[in-house]
């Protein structure tokens, strides 16, 4: 369930009392985990595997009623802004235009000697420097990428950093104390989470923006020509799904110089996680054990080539330095040997994902007869149709074979979302997460993402009111019957 998608006041689920309110339901339920997206920045797409930075978190996500408490707005001026009034999708525009105008409000109230924030600016140092004066500076330039800004602040020229801090020093600030507030209600949402035995699961983009702080102020992790441009680009080769192949655009890294600096970023990153999340699930797995580079500047990716990753290494360097962490793969796709290998080495869970069963023509890896226990089952994921919606599309073979399969005698609907749950429930499969469009019901309005399109994506919210006692406890009854239930 992301966290954008919780019903709530001000056009975006956030950190206000509807989230502590979906915990409690989850206790109700018996549950023991909160999957969420990437909790980071948004810019063009909206997506939250395309942000601003790898660091920082979104400021739509700050509550404002949590502000009105501590004195820092009123409810008068929060009600005079219109940040979108259809309370089943988030209206983008509408709340770019309004958020940063709210919290600009509660920054010129907010003191900036505050012991508990100077230390949070003191101890975050390491990204909020560059996070906050970036975006200072992208402001100044009408908010475009960094690739077309003035070479000497877009190379970081010496003379021009110092001359911009000073320029926009009030910016600056603002941006650092939307990070504090940022955290503050994070973590306390985090701690209450925890203290009813739901343990958070993030996620995180293996990748970054090209167009983000990380980039700009780290270029030598990236592979970046003598100017500061990508020599290549990630994405994923043609498919019977996507004929040109997959162009994501975002920057490779260059893992030789991560390896000459003992991946010290990626084990700051880690960390980092780690502090927000009590699982992390990484995005696209696989390219690390070998990426998919797509010239720069081509229109399509059709004539990438496949480069060998950092493999094992890295995750030995992460278990020497970090001990045991607790990962999941985001394994999907076309995996080789080699990746197999990698997955099973590093001893993360796997993913399995119940819409890539039914394929009438072979057997499937995912289907839940062929599971191991060290993986974790979803009836779908962020980027598939809800059950319903993809039963709705599907083929008649494949839907065939589906009915066959689960034993379906005529479900539809709501129905059939519990027939996929309560097999996802019932399979070997040592963790078990479920959409809350599948809890739900919902069909393809509810869907969150589709892949290599946009305009209508990361809008959806849950109807306030949805998650009912009486839901709850169907959850807690069939997550009982599996032995699944949250253990006290």
């Not at 010129?108 to 390491?126: E, H, I, L, S, W």
């Not at 739901?198 to 102020?217: C, F, H, K, L």
């Not at 030789?256 to 990153?269: I, M, S």
């Not at 797995?285 to 290494?313: M, S």
């Amino acid at each position: 369930m992301p966290v954008a998608s919780l019903p709530g006041k001000y056009g975006i689920g956030c950190f206000s009392k509807e989230a502590y309110k979906f915990v409690d339901r989850l206790k109700e339920a018996g549950q023991s985990y909160w999957q969420i997206l990437p909790l980071g920045p948004t810019g063009y797409g909206d997506s939250p595997y395309q942000s601003f930075s790898t660091f920082a978190g979104n400021p739509y996500f700050v509550d404002l009623e949590t502000l009105i408490e501590e004195g820092l707005l009123t409810k008068e001026e929060c009600d005079k802004f219109d940040f979108g009034r259809d309370p089943k999708r988030i209206d983008y525009e509408k709340i770019y235009l309004s958020r940063f105008k709210v919290l600009k409000l509660a920054f010129d109230r907010f003191d900036p000697a505050d012991r508990k924030y100077r230390k949070f600016v003191t101890g975050n140092k390491f990204w909020l420097d560059d996070y906050a004066l970036y975006m200072a500076v992208k402001n100044s330039f009408g908010g475009v990428s960094f690739a077309e800004w003035d070479d000497d602040i877009r190379l970081r020229r010496k003379k021009s950093m110092s001359e911009y801090r000073k320029k926009y020093a009030d910016e600056v600030e603002f941006y650092k104390f939307i990070q504090y507030e940022f955290s503050k209600q994070w973590m306390a949402l985090k701690s209450y989470a925890n203290d009813k035995g739901i343990q958070i699961v993030g996620d995180i983009p293996i990748y970054v923006a090209y167009d983000s702080a990380d980039t700009w102020a780290e270029p030598k992790l990236f592979r970046f020509d003598e100017k500061g441009f990508p020599t290549a680009v990630a994405g994923c080769p043609p498919d019977p799904f996507a004929r040109t192949g997959q162009l994501w655009g975002n920057p490779l890294y260059n893992w030789d110089y991560h390896k000459e600096t003992g991946y010290e970023w990626w084990l700051k990153r880690m960390r980092y996680c780690l502090k927000l999340y009590d699982v992390v699930r990484i995005d696209h797995f696989r390219a690390f054990d070998a990426y998919y580079a797509i010239p720069y500047g081509d229109k399509t990716a059709e004539h990438g080539k496949w480069i060998k990753g950092p493999g094992i290494e890295l995750f030995k360097t992460m278990k020497k330095e970090l001990g045991e962490i607790n990962v999941i793969a985001e394994d999907l796709g076309f995996l080789t040997p080699s990746v197999l290998r990698l997955v099973k080495n590093t001893g993360f869970p796997g993913m399995k994902v119940l819409q890539f069963a039914f394929d009438p023509r072979e057997e499937s890896d995912y289907l839940p007869h062929n599971y191991i226990k060290n993986c974790v089952v979803y009836t779908g994921t962020h980027d598939n149709d809800t059950v319903v919606g993809w039963y709705d599309t599907i083929s008649a073979k494949t839907r065939k074979y589906a009915d066959r399969y689960i034993n379906n005698t005529g479900h539809k609907g709501r129905e059939l979302a519990w027939d996929h749950i309560r097999l996802a429930q019932a399979s070997a499969a040592d963790t078990c997460i479920i959409p809350m469009q599948d809890y739900l019901g919902l069909g393809s309005e509810a869907r969150i993402n589709t892949p290599s399109t946009l305009g209508n994506n990361w809008v959806w919210r849950m109807k306030d009111g949805a998650f009912t006692k009486g839901l709850a406890k169907k959850m807690k009854d069939i997550t009982g019957v599996y032995c699944r239930l949250q253990r006290d």
